[in-house]
């Protein structure tokens, strides 16, 4: 079985959610706490085993690009200060995997920039992380846990999580042919099905492991009424020709694509910090709202 070495990062969204703060930066950039959402995601991934990142970026998207880059002038300034913690950090950033860069030039998707991935991943299973996901885990990484699935099944593999009905929507979601209380085999999926159509309570969250087929499918699949290339649809027909499973990870996901959702993690995220989350602990509980 080919082991899992490369995952894509589908990254080009405006993220529009976040306006005015994403104006002229890249919302992957937001920081919870002290370290921008994608450096969560991408710590994730490297702590799964994936050894090359392959972000799908865009325009105003160069942050993401120097975030894991060098910073010859910082780590010079950082060595004459004698801060050399601080030096260790910003250089493990940059070492901590390859990354590779594709542009997707117009905004038809997330099965659009998957299928820009194809010739860097090549005839390979591979992952997909979706950044607005944080997954917070103090055990085995959310997508380390989609791999062993895959390692036990050989099938591609979906990140899936019990959302009460009246969120649904907002989500894909995975009809099923059998479910236990730890993963499901999945028959069918629907993107964002209005509440009484959905098929189960489980929804597809941003972890995926695929199948090189994926890219084949992505390239003949219908588009949806804005004429964009689903990821979904892709998904619907994989699952029609190969077994498909989902994984019903444990550990806590945020939705950071959202305001409430990115405000839940910024706490909860504050909260875990040792220098300070005592301390901040009590000045929650001390708010008098
Ligand atoms: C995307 C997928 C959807 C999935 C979600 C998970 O939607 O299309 O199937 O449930 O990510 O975060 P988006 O949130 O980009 O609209």
Redesign the pocket.
């Known amino acids: 079985m080919k082991k899992i070495r490369k995952a894509v990062f589908p990254v080009a969204g405006l993220g529009t959610r976040f306006l005015p703060a994403t104006k002229a930066s890249p919302k992957e950039m937001l920081p919870l706490v002290d370290k921008p959402m994608i450096q969560y995601v991408v710590e994730e991934a490297i702590a799964s085993g994936i050894e090359e990142i392959i972000l799908i970026t865009g325009r105003g998207k160069n942050a993401i690009e120097d975030h894991f880059d060098n910073a010859i002038e910082l780590e010079q300034l950082l060595k004459e200060k004698n801060k050399l913690e601080e030096l260790k950090m910003i250089k493990d950033i940059s070492d901590m995997c390859d990354f590779v860069y594709i542009r997707q030039k117009e905004p038809l998707g997330?099965g659009h920039a998957i299928l820009r991935a194809k010739n860097a991943i090549g005839p390979e299973p591979f992952a997909v992380l979706?950044g607005?996901?944080i997954i917070y885990s103090d055990g085995v990484p959310a997508l380390k846990q989609l791999i062993t699935v895959y390692e036990e099944t050989g099938s591609s593999v979906i990140a899936v999580e019990k959302i009460p009905r009246s969120k649904i929507s907002s989500?894909?979601v995975v009809d099923t042919e059998w479910e236990k209380d730890d993963s499901c085999k999945i028959r069918g999926l629907v993107?964002k099905p209005a509440e009484d159509k959905a098929p189960s309570e489980l929804?597809?969250?941003?972890r995926y492991i695929l199948t090189p087929k994926i890219f084949e499918l992505l390239e003949n699949v219908e588009r949806d009424k804005s004429g964009e290339i689903?990821?979904?649809a892709g998904l619907n027909e994989l699952c029609a020709l190969e077994d498909m499973y989902g994984c019903k990870f444990s550990g806590k996901r945020y939705d950071a694509?959202n305001k409430l959702g990115f405000l839940m993690a910024t706490v909860e995220y504050g909260l875990r910090r040792k220098e300070f989350g005592d301390e901040f602990r009590n000045y929650i509980k001390a708010l008098n709202l």
């Open positions: 997330l979706l607005d996901d989500y894909g993107e929804a597809v969250i941003g689903q990821l979904t694509g």
